[in-house]
């Protein structure tokens, strides 16, 4: 059986991600096409499960894992009129619980291994998908917006509109450590997330009219958050602050014949919990297991069931973890005549080792069994 053609058009994360891991597999041949490629300058964090780190380990070569930031524990605050509430602790002794890496650094690193297995990519602005021709299977991971999606699947999506900004930046420090750690503030949700020994970034989700009646100190304002937050008394220096709108987008449908969305143009969740990339992670190596099945069968990615498969096994596991976000996000939102109720249920929380076991779990390995 000859290779079988793969394109992915797209070099964002999600796109070199899935070139170097479908390419991977034997009997196939993958091509990446993209505008010209920018130099990487997103100045901006993720954070990654133990499992999805492993599965990076084992899809690019010689990964340089000092660019992955560890973390053993991370705490969840919950503030009160009167104090904050640590309601949940997550401790590992073994493994780590997750990694923290720069969006900019990654992608050199993506970038350095699509050169390296000398995976084709090909400088084209795709505006037509008539445009692309002669391959088995398309995967589109062109981010969470693209006319592209519209003309490729006219299927319905669990959309809204949360009506909040995500402001991030990076925190330079002399502390001696800074944990990991989520605090549910009346203004928002503030996770702090270190990635080196003397830098830590944060990601404040805060309200929209908030935010544009505050732009022009917004930077000040999170300096003065973030050292009450975590008791600073020395200067911190706060660098690199981008903001975007938070929106809610799970695609219902996921392919048309041999036309596949992956990446946040399936799903566009909340920053909140820190699964949007986890799952668009759990997406790839399901993919990658599917297509490697098929192909060992001699069959083609083109008359198959293989995305049917893919569908069938991704798509509830992203629309539950879609939902469980939006639901905790709402669970944390202010509201007076709910917030009694909620220390009494965090408190709860707090004492429960069966939700820690299970939380753990799910952030870890998702829903999938």
């Known amino acids: 059986m000859e290779k079988q053609k793969i394109c992915i058009i797209g070099d964002g994360l999600s796109g070199l991600t899935s070139a170097i891991a479908i390419n991977n597999l034997d009997n196939v041949e993958v091509h990446l096409i993209s505008k010209k490629s920018k130099k990487a300058t997103d100045k901006r964090t993720t954070a990654i499960s133990e499992s999805n780190f492993k599965f990076l380990k084992n899809n690019i070569s010689k990964l340089d894992t000092r660019l992955f930031w560890p973390s053993k524990n991370i705490e969840l605050f919950y503030e009160t009129n009167s104090n904050k509430i640590n309601f949940l602790n997550f401790d590992q002794n073994k493994d780590n619980l997750m990694y923290v890496y720069e969006n900019d650094k990654f992608k050199n690193i993506l970038l350095r291994e699509i050169k390296k297995k000398k995976i084709k990519f090909i400088e084209k602005d795709i505006k037509d998908l008539k445009q692309i021709k002669n391959y088995d299977l398309i995967i589109l991971c062109l981010g969470g917006n693209s006319i592209l999606y519209d003309k490729m699947i006219r299927g319905r999506s669990i959309r809204k509109d949360y009506k909040e900004v995500s402001l991030t930046g990076y925190v330079k420090h002399k502390l001696r450590t800074v ?112 297509l490697k099945y098929y192909s060992q069968l001699g069959i083609s990615f083109k008359n198959s069931f293989a995305l049917d498969d893919f569908y069938a096994q991704r798509k509830a596991e992203n629309i539950v973890f879609g939902l469980g976000v939006d639901a905790t996000h709402a669970f944390f939102k202010q509201n007076k005549y709910l917030d009694p109720f909620k220390e009494i249920i965090l408190k709860n929380i707090s004492k429960n080792n069966v939700v820690k076991k299970i939380s753990k779990f799910i952030s870890n390995q998702g829903l999938s069994i």
């Not at 969305?261 to 566009?268: N, P």
């Open 179 to 290: 944990k990991t750690s989520q605090f549910f503030l009346k203004e928002g949700p503030l996770a702090i997330l270190p990635f080196s020994k003397n830098y830590f970034s944060f990601v404040w989700s805060i309200n929209k009219d908030f935010y544009e009646k505050n732009s022009k100190k917004i930077d000040n304002l999170a300096k003065s958050k973030i050292k009450n937050i975590l008791k600073i008394k020395q200067n911190i220096q706060i660098t690199n602050t981008q903001s975007y709108p938070l929106k809610l987008n799970l695609k219902t449908k996921y392919f048309n014949k041999n036309l596949l969305i992956l990446g946040e143009g399936l799903h566009t969740i909340h920053p909140i919990a820190g699964q949007g990339f986890n799952l668009v992670l759990r997406d790839i190596k399901k993919l990658q297991e599917i």
